[in-house]
């Protein structure tokens, strides 16, 4: 439902207010004729749910839903004096496997059709109007307008609006705040836009009265208001003090209750959650010919866009707040980045995050990425370090900002993507002056060169036999590249140690020395190990125990001891899922390795006189016999850049290796030459051999030859080589 369509269903439902004629009684539900197929089946459901005869319960449920029955005739059916045992009934029937799936179904229909009735218009119109009738009604009708909750609040306003309607007023005063906290959200909208004097004044001893403190940055900011009366501000410090407490009305800004209140938004406090059963949440807007009226947004997007909302707020207010700028960017990434939609308000041609982001520049953007690092957001914070490396030099990436600099921080962070990421900026920004950490960069640059998107379990488990078992059973999986498994935790990741990374931890409850509790521990601090999905295995009868000692670990599953290899490898990406984490895979590998290449070899190019590239000598020693071909080539050209012994002989042995394709040769062989110019002769004598065979060869390929006689001539040898060659070549000829 559209803005549009918001404003017609509150207009429609006014009009047919104003003709009802109030009954002494709500109506009860209407009685259907006994051979409705609806009734008939979910009589047969019931009767059967309570006789245990489940085999017929289903039969019926599934006609029932087959049926397609309208959600609110159901719901009234479910909670009429016939079917006290309605939902008890179901929720019996959903613990059983083979029906759960039929009795989520009805409960989801029962959801539905009390939604629908909660937010029907004209019965909230009906509702509103009998507030003025009898003690019983009025009463009656405020319980149903507790139940609209929010949408009880355009209805009950418009009324109040209505000049013809002035002898409700008082009884619709009385009812506004104890709708609750639902009516807060509407209620400040009409606080700030509605142009009435008189509603203003009601809704602000209403917004007193609920004592709900999201109110407290729009009631400030009619306090801080110059064109506000005294009669309206009077009125706000009141509501203030009610919210707050005996003569404590608050004197911080507006602007900076606004930025509190999106930073409430944004860390999901629960108070302003929307309800877990509600797959919509509104977002209120004002129009004063029709008043109130709501945009319906993904309840999953609703905490972003309120805190961006806030954010818009509080920077109307106060435009140089630069925290409030960077929560604001934080609000949009974290939108897009959960696979939202820009909502219709947002209107056409609005810019994207990322836009939004790179115009801010760098410190905003470093207070995004700190607020990432901080709610463990993976997503944010890679947007952050990408738009970075797009806008930001050596200067700006080591901002500090509080004592901090958090891209500094990001190269210590738990998740692979993350650290390479940051890591790969600061080499790209070929950094002229040392920082802290600088040391980490490249053994991390290193890392990310070594990856191809093989998955890695560590197993530990002193009892040998169920080991060896279950660490051919995840080998069987075909998930896992190699299980490495011991029965001590210590030694077990001591022989992990030259893994490219670790994919899966599995732990029996039993292990000792170190204990479960301190091989927890050494995994927490560790950030190689820290977001790595970890399974403990229990006996049935720790279970609990030990799941209630780990809770608080997301990246953390406990299971029982006996579940297959299956059920555990597909625990991976189920526990890196709820983490916003995904999987390593080879794509990801493949790109953060070339990436992690080329920085390598610009850096060694340009000699870096803080990034010392000797350290990823034995990564690059690795990658020269990678298959990924532009990887071997890139580790290659940037081994011939290192004043290496190492360096130089695995980039000759390549070029002489036969078994090796001849373009891979030629190319080593270009290689050579440029690391024999820059550092000389660094050959085994054996290996100058076989590349002046090569040029002494007459059946040798011309190119190869070629390419072999520039590197062996920049390796600057003894006349008495050349000149050997050159008579060679003559009595070559003169036969």
Known sequence: MGKQCGR???????????????????????????????????DELMHY????????????????????????????????????????NLTTLQKNPELAEMAGKILKLLEDGRFQQRTDFQRIAVDVKRLSDTTRARMLALKRLQDSGEWAIPV????????????????IKWALPQIGNAAVNPLVVVLQQCPDLSIKL??????????????????????????????????????????????????????ILFERLARDYYQHLPSLQVPENQEKANVWFWKDEGGLFFEP????????????RCCEQSLRLDPALGTTISLWLSAFFRLEAEGFQQPEYFGAGHADADTYALTAGPEYLHRVLALALEHRNRPVALQAIRALQRNSGQKSLLLELESQQPLIKAINYPDREVRFSAALTLGKADPQANFQHSEMVIPIIAEALLQKGQKYAILVDERQERRNGLAASLGATGFFAEVIQGDNF??????????????????????????????????RKNYHLAFTPTIVLSDSGDLAPVRKSLEGDSFVEVVLDTTPAEELAALVPAILARNQAQLFSSELADAYAQNAADTLLHLATVWNPVLDVMKAEPALLTAISDARKPIQETATRT???????????????????????????????????????????????????????????????????NLAAEAYGSLNLPSVTISQLILNQARSGSR
């Open 8 to 42: 017609w269903i509150v207009a429609a439902a006014l009009i047919m207010a104003v003709c009802v004629s109030t009954p002494a009684v709500l109506a009860q539900p209407a009685e259907k004729d006994p051979g409705d197929q609806v009734r008939q089946s979910w």
């Open 639 to 705: 081994l011939a850049q290192l004043d290496s012994l190492a360096a130089q002989r695995a980039v000759a042995s390549l070029a002489l290796n036969e078994q090796v394709e001849i373009p891979v040769r030629l190319m080593a062989f270009r290689a050579l030459a440029t690391s024999a110019k820059m550092h000389g002769n660094l050959l085994l004598t054996e290996q100058v051999s076989a590349m002046y065979a090569i040029v002494n060869s007459l059946e040798a390929n011309v190119e190869l030859r």
């Open 297 to 308: 947004v993904p309840s999953g997007a609703f905490d972003e866009l309120m805190t961006m």
């Open 156 to 171: 009950m306003v418009q009324a109040l609006r209505d000049a013809g309607r002035g002898e409700e007023y008082a009884n």
């Open 490 to 523: 210590a030694a077990t990741m001591e022989q992990a140690g030259g893994l490219p990374g670790f994919d899966l931890i599995i732990l029996s409850q039993t292990i000792q020395n170190p204990d479960l509790s301190a091989a927890m521990e050494t995994i």
């Open 202 to 255: 009601i809704v602000l001893d209403a917004l007193g009265k609920i004592g709900y403190p999201a109110a407290l940055p729009y009631i400030r900011e009619v306090v801080e208001d110059e064109k506000a009366s005294p009669e309206l501000k009077a009125a706000a410090l009141s509501a203030m003090g009610r919210i707050l407490g005996a003569g404590n009305a608050s004197a911080v800004p507006a602007s």
């Open 49 to 88: 749910s309570l006789i245990g005869r489940l085999d017929l319960a289903k039969e019926f449920g599934e006609a029932l839903i087959a049926s397609n029955p309208d959600p609110v005739y159901l719901l009234s059916l479910a909670e009429s004096e016939r079917y006290t045992d309605s939902y008890r």
